[in-house]
């Protein structure tokens, strides 16, 4: 049976003239089927969304009735383009499409209903009802297939500009940009502003498996990191409100993943934190073993390493009456010497920290004495000689 037989036109005529009946009670049933509608169709809205139905099932009708020379892509085109716009509305609107699908679910079963009720009270023939049911629900799965391909194609637009936005914010925050750039960047990101952000460098190829245990806000920067070597094969991550006790957990989620961690700083300031972790890999505070470099607990190596020509000056003047000695006898006067400032002379506590004799300090600091003079007993010799023996 051809669509023409199945849709004479009486029973054509008498479809089109139901279509605002049968429209509206699509609509209300959507409405009660499915909830999280209800607001969109209350009001205005309500009306637009219920003459879209209506035009949706005017073309499902123009595309049932058409003749076999009719272009059968000109009626349904309008509709599948308006499906697809619906898809990629849902998703800018953040819904999922199970709503979208359960409309559509619904309005075909309440559409089928009462068109058909329509048609056969109009004279179609009840063997032609099962044409009409294909044809009805093969359209309802082309606009569903539209819809999803246009919810599809917005979350893939909307998950790349966001990406781009939130390495710009990243960008601008290593940078240190003004706090209006910062908050403008922010907003347009969609990204929730914290407390504190806290820089974490860490090889690219940990990256991943750092951010599945980290802070879903957790920022992460391009490629190029400023101020880093190009070739250094580093990722920057920004992780928020990791202060305080929170600071622990970071540490620990960071285990293994050779990271270097700034401290925690005011949001805006990050640039601080995401600086001192940079400057300290730069320096050589590379992680040993599993646990990464924890910048805070490495702030008196961060001083004496700033300016690394002058500490190897400070040695070398501070430490030039040793210099006749040869290397072993040097190096346990310089070791000797180091533990006596740290342990401010107290021969038990040097002796124990390096398994040696007390007697065996004292001769050490008997030849020390000898060396250095009276200037052991200077206070600023006492800190010259304590900064050049502060870094190993």
């Given at each position: ?31 009660v ?16 969304i ?7 099932l ?14 059968a ?54 063997a032609?009802?099962?044409?009409f049911?294909?044809?009805?629900f ?22 790349r ?19 209006y ?54 990722a ?33 300031d ?6 001192r972790?940079l ?36 040695r070398a ?36 920290e ?20 009276a ?11 304590t ?6």
């Open positions: 049976m051809t669509p023409e037989e199945t849709f004479a036109g009486d029973v054509a005529a008498a479809m089109r003239a139901e279509l605002p009946s049968v429209a509206a009670r699509t609509v209300a049933a959507i409405v089927e499915v909830p999280s509608y209800t607001e969109a169709f209350s009001g205005p809205m309500g009306g637009k219920e003459n879209a139905v209506q035009l949706a005017g073309a499902f009708l123009e595309l049932a009735t058409a003749d076999g020379d009719a272009d892509s000109r009626p349904i085109g309008p509709a599948i383009e308006g499906a697809y716009a619906l898809g990629r509305g849902e998703a800018r609107t953040g819904r999922s499409m199970d709503a979208l699908l359960a409309a559509y679910r619904v309005g075909a079963r309440v559409a089928w209903r009462h068109m058909s009720e329509t048609a056969v009270a109009a004279g179609m023939p009840a032609s009802l099962a044409r049911a294909e044809l009805v093969a359209y309802i799965d082309q606009l569903s297939a539209a819809s999803a391909s246009g919810h599809a194609d917005q979350l893939a637009v909307s998950g500009m966001r990406r781009r936005h939130l390495e710009r914010l990243t960008e601008l925050l290593v940078t240190g940009a003004p706090p750039e910062l908050h403008t960047a922010a907003e347009r990101a969609d990204w929730t502003v914290p407390r504190s952000l806290t820089a974490v460098l860490l090889p690219e190829t940990r990256v991943r498996d750092a951010l599945a245990v980290l802070d879903a806000r957790t920022l992460q920067a391009g490629e190029d990191l400023p101020g880093a070597e190009p070739s250094s094969e580093r920057v991550l920004l992780v928020p409100d990791a202060e305080g006790f929170a600071r622990a957990a970071l540490l620990r989620s960071l285990s293994g993943r050779e990271a270097v961690v700034g401290p925690a700083r005011p949001w805006q990050a640039r601080s934190s995401y600086s972790a400057r300290a890999l730069q320096l050589g505070l590379v992680p040993e073993g599993r646990a990464p470099v924890d910048t805070e607990l490495r702030l008196a190596d961060l001083v004496l390493r700033a300016d690394g020509e002058a500490l190897a000056d400070l003047q501070v430490l030039a009456p040793l210099d006749d000695l040869g290397p072993g006898p040097r190096e346990k006067l310089l070791e000797t010497l180091r533990s006596w400032l740290l342990h401010h002379g107290r021969r038990e506590q040097v002796a124990g390096l398994y040696v004799h007390p007697q065996t300090v004292r001769y050490r600091m008997g030849q020390l004495r000898e060396l250095f003079g200037r052991l007993d200077d206070p600023q010799t006492v800190l010259e000689l900064l050049a023996l502060g870094v190993r």
